[in-house]
């Protein structure tokens, strides 16, 4: 199997399964080679229960930890926990299991560590601002919200045509503050019956990944994604589109040039209540990370839009359900219908699932590429209109399907490579 090429604090941050956070905090404090991401539970080395490590686990947890009134981060009953404290209580709880069963009579023997098992142990606090019921229950609550985080790498120009260089910032800043705040934030409700908010779906994960590394596709353009669920391949579209870096005729850069920073327009629609709350708490929490990255946070909105109403809307003009028309997306909000049909790209991951909703999904693609041009600086470069899609293949037949119907309506489709992503968004483990 192949290694995770996540740090453990972004396996952390990004609510990664518990004992893989455990096995890659091992690699990394033992400084050996990466377990593999296997299916099996490995055994530990009983060094890796030392005093010591026990030390360096507490310190992971502080990590993840924000004080809320200014007190020391080791008074735990005055701190806030990424990704939820819920999640913290279970991963030391298998922390202490597993040291009892693979610690060959190891004990808990640091004191930060002990104070914090000791604070879960007797907490009757609630978890999550929206939850009910302690962390202690077994019982998932679908209202029970966490927000998984990312370090997301700021995009410079290379050396070469092709390939843009990433400033890393996997390691902490000296001022807690600041690192907390330049994390990018996304609010999820993992036991929520609306799929669109219980999690950031891989092939969104895998779509960001790509548009990191080919910033190209979406900086100068207007885009829209379909299906944006939590907003987060939307967000990080907005900051590559920010970026310094190159600009080609066919977006693939090999015969582009180093552009400034270009003006950014991103607009993000789904369409349950649920989704599109969550998804204007996504962008509103996340302004002052789109600043630092020079973006307006007024130029990423959001909108309800079903692909059946835009596809058999002949002007393009009447929509029942306008942003405007519901307060929830305040300063965010923006008519899905105008923004696409004034728009250059169109991106969407995880939406090709649905039989029965793929004909509209389709025909809603092919009216965006065959549409005059609305946009002032697109077609004059020579670039063409283009539809990014990601997709997990779960069901060979309904990807088929969604095959079919793009061949009938006469689109093209080109099948991209996914080598040499930055990988910072640890969303698919196996």
């Known amino acids: 199997m192949p290694t995770l090429p996540y740090s453990t604090d972004a396996l952390l941050r990004a609510l990664a399964p518990i004992d893989i956070v455990i096995d890659s905090f091992y690699s990394s404090n033992q400084n050996n080679d990466p377990i593999e991401n296997d299916t099996t539970t490995q055994h530990l080395p009983n060094t890796f229960w030392s005093e010591k490590s026990q030390g360096n686990f507490?310190?992971?947890?502080?990590?993840?930890?924000?004080?809320?009134?200014?007190?020391?981060?080791?008074?735990w009953s005055t701190v806030s926990f990424l990704p939820s404290r819920r999640y913290?209580?279970?991963?030391?709880?298998?922390?202490?299991?597993?040291?009892?069963?693979?610690?060959?009579?190891?004990?808990?023997?640091?004191?930060?560590?002990?104070?914090?098992?000791?604070?879960?142990?007797?907490?009757?606090?609630?978890?999550?601002?929206?939850?009910?019921?302690?962390?202690?229950?077994?019982?998932?609550?679908?209202?029970?919200?966490?927000?998984?985080?990312?370090?997301?790498?700021?995009?410079?120009?290379?050396?070469?045509?092709?390939?843009?260089?990433?400033?890393?910032?996997?390691?902490?800043?000296?001022?807690?503050?600041?690192?907390?705040?330049?994390?990018?934030?996304i609010r999820v409700y993992p036991h929520h019956n609306d799929v669109g908010v219980a999690k950031v779906w891989e092939a969104g994960a895998c779509l960001a990944e790509y548009i990191?590394?080919?910033?190209?596709v979406v900086r100068g353009r207007k885009v829209v994604e379909l299906g944006a669920g939590v907003g987060l391949t939307g967000l990080v579209a907005a900051a590559a589109a920010a970026s310094r870096g190159f600009s080609g005729g066919r977006g693939d850069g090999e015969d582009g040039r180093v552009v400034e920073k270009g003006d950014v327009f991103v607009?993000?629609?789904?369409?349950?209540?649920?989704?599109?709350?969550?998804?204007?708490?996504?962008?509103?929490?996340?302004?002052?990370?789109?600043?630092?990255?020079?973006?307006?946070?007024?130029?990423?909105?959001?909108?309800?839009?079903?692909?059946?109403?835009?596809?058999?809307?002949?002007?393009?003009?009447?929509?029942?359900?306008?942003?405007?028309?519901?307060?929830v997306y305040g300063s965010h909000g923006a008519n899905s219908i105008h923004?696409?049909?004034?728009?250059?790209?169109?991106?969407?991951?995880?939406?090709?699932?649905?039989?029965?909703?793929?004909?509209?999904?389709?025909?809603?693609?092919?009216?965006?590429?065959?549409?005059?041009?609305?946009?002032?600086?697109?077609?004059?470069?020579g670039e063409e209109k283009r539809a990014i899609f990601a997709t997990t293949f779960r069901n060979q037949t309904t990807f088929g399907l969604f095959e079919k119907e793009l061949d009938k309506k006469g689109i093209i489709c080109d099948y991209l490579s996914l080598d040499d992503v930055p990988f910072v968004f640890p969303c698919y483990f196996r």
């Open 267 to 327: 607009h993000l629609t789904d369409y349950t209540e649920a989704c599109m709350e969550n998804m204007v708490y996504n962008v509103e929490v996340n302004e002052s990370w789109l600043k630092r990255r020079g973006v307006d946070p007024a130029s990423v909105t959001v909108g309800t839009l079903e692909w059946s109403e835009y596809a058999q809307n002949e002007n393009n003009m009447v929509f029942s359900q306008t942003a405007e028309s519901n307060p």
């Open 339 to 381: 923004a696409l049909s004034n728009a250059d790209v169109i991106l969407a991951a995880d939406v090709v699932y649905d039989v029965h909703s793929i004909p509209d999904l389709v025909s809603t693609v092919c009216k965006f590429l065959s549409s005059p041009w609305k946009s002032t600086n697109g077609n004059q470069n």
């Open 58 to 75: 507490a310190s992971l947890i502080a990590s993840v930890a924000r004080s809320n009134n200014g007190n020391s981060e080791d008074d």
């Open 88 to 185: 913290i209580h279970k991963l030391v709880q298998r922390y202490v299991s597993r040291l009892q069963q693979e610690g060959d009579g190891a004990e808990l023997e640091n004191d930060r560590l002990a104070s914090l098992v000791c604070h879960f142990s007797m907490s009757s606090k609630k978890f999550g601002a929206s939850t009910s019921g302690s962390f202690n229950s077994s019982i998932p609550d679908p209202l029970a919200s966490c927000m998984v985080s990312f370090r997301v790498p700021v995009i410079t120009p290379g050396n070469g045509r092709r390939h843009n260089k990433f400033a890393r910032e996997d390691e902490p800043s000296k001022n807690d503050d600041d690192d907390h705040d330049d994390l990018l934030r």
């Open 212 to 216: 990191l590394r080919h910033p190209q």
